[in-house]
């Protein structure tokens, strides 16, 4: 089984019924409020997030900041460290998840992670190197041991999130 962090991220949003690409409104200038609604009711984590960010930018004098696609960013970030998280919960030192670390699909990879692709490790190290939580990562792991108790975790944090 192979997993691409940032793609689940992106899927789990969209079947959730939020359209990431209408997060913010330049007819208003504001958050598209339907949106962070449905965020919020999803995981008041994200909404949060979305907020914190929204207002950052807005306090910016840059008139160059494209708002929707920080946004996008933010929300998509912060939805993969919330999975890389709840996958992780249950490790155990006598029972890791071992995996494949899997190049990133990103169209200029980080040269940090490159470093670790095809390297066999597990969960929890692979995480501490920040597969799936470092930003804009987008790089995928395989697992090869464990798989029946990751996917019960997998199945758990979607039931949560």
């Keep these: 089984m192979i997993i691409h962090p940032r793609k689940l991220a992106q899927d789990w949003l969209q079947a959730a ?3 990431i690409s209408e997060l913010y409104s330049p007819s208003t200038g504001e958050i598209n409020k339907i949106e ?23 306090a910016s004098d840059n008139p160059n ?5 920080n946004l996008k960013t933010t929300l ?20 890791p998840t071992l995996i494949k670390w899997m190049p990133s699909t990103a169209k200029e990879p980080d040269a940090y992670h490159s470093r670790f ?3 066999v490790m597990t969960l929890k190290a692979a995480q501490d190197l920040g597969l ?7 790089c995928g792991f395989q697992v090869l ?3 029946d108790v990751f996917k019960s975790r997998l199945r ?4 949560t999130l």
């Design 17 to 19: 019924g939020i359209k």
């Design 36 to 58: 962070l609604r449905k965020i919020y009711a999803f995981n008041p984590v994200l909404a949060q997030n979305i907020i914190e960010t929204f207002n950052r930018l807005n």
């Design 76 to 95: 998509i970030g912060s939805m993969t460290t919330e999975i890389m998280k709840n996958v992780s919960d249950g490790e155990t030192k006598s029972k």
């Design 156 to 159: 758990k944090t979607k039931a």
């Design 65 to 69: 900041i494209k708002f929707n696609e």
């Design 145 to 147: 041991s464990g798989g």
């Design 117 to 119: 692709y095809g390297r």
């Design 132 to 138: 799936g939580i470092r930003w804009g990562c987008k």
